[in-house]
């Protein structure tokens, strides 16, 4: 059985890291894992994935990223623009989230790229 279930398509993740090594090491797991993954490393081109509309069952975004609004905020963005939206936050700095979206998981870092593919997998619809 794929991941997601009877679905005919892999769950679709949207990576949002603006740590090159980081980026490539997870997204490179993902696909492995049978995930298609779109990768930003900033808000603005993460909204604009979700804006185009392009198909996105969970948004995994670092806590900490480059620019004007951090991982926190764009959960909620994410969340205006897709309600149902799930979500993973990541965090080598924090231990948890002040303000997180509602029913959102949270993973410190430094994470092992496995377990973190186990986790995407119960958060995407089946």
Known sequence: MSIGGSRNRPPRILLVEDEVLISMMIEDAMV??????????????????????????????DINIEGDVDGSRLAHMARELRPDLAVLYASGTMKGIPNPVPGSTFVPKPYAPKDVCAMLATLAPS
């Open 32 to 61: 492995e894992h049978g995930f298609e993954v779109f990768t930003a490393t900033n808000a603005g081109d993460a909204l604009q994935v979700l804006e185009d509309g392009t198909q996105v069952d969970v948004l995994f975004t």
